[in-house]
């Protein structure tokens, strides 16, 4: 019998954070949160209740962006265990391009940022992630 604690329901990883300027999104806030988790599942293979978003939005003179981007411009940092393979950040990075399109974000004004945690790194209830069954596989 595994006697390793299991992953609960109210624990989430990866957690995501998405950054642009206000205004384009307007009332669509969550509609661009549930874009972005269904990104998430598609590239990373996450269970659907997988759920950690946060969507902030900055004034524009409170976020400088690269010449030649839009008002949509969106950073997009998602910190998730180390492990998962080339092609499922691929797919990630092409999920996440799709799914903003339909808000018309321009795939040049996405920027992903991935910071790769080891679970050990990972706290969840007072234990390493590590030490934790996750329920999924880490390695797609």
Not at 30 to 56: F, H, N, T, W, Y
Request: hydrophobic share 40%.
């Amino acid at each position: 019998m595994d006697d390793t604690p299991k992953f609960g329901e109210n624990d989430r990883m990866p957690a995501t954070r998405i950054e642009t300027r206000r205004g384009w999104i307007g009332t669509r806030r969550l509609d661009v949160i549930e874009a972005v988790q269904r990104a998430l599942l598609i590239g990373l293979k996450l269970p659907e209740d997988d759920r950690c978003i946060r969507l902030l939005e900055y004034e524009h003179d409170a976020m400088i962006v690269p010449k030649g981007r839009g008002p949509s411009y969106t950073v997009i940092e998602i910190t998730l265990f180390s492990g998962r393979s080339l092609d499922a950040k691929r797919r990630l990075y092409a999920a996440l391009a799709g799914e903003l399109s339909a808000f018309d974000v321009p795939a040049r004004d996405i920027k992903t940022i991935l910071v790769e945690v080891p679970p050990e790194n990972w706290g969840l209830r007072g234990l390493p992630a590590s030490e934790i069954n996750l329920g999924y596989k880490i390695d797609v």
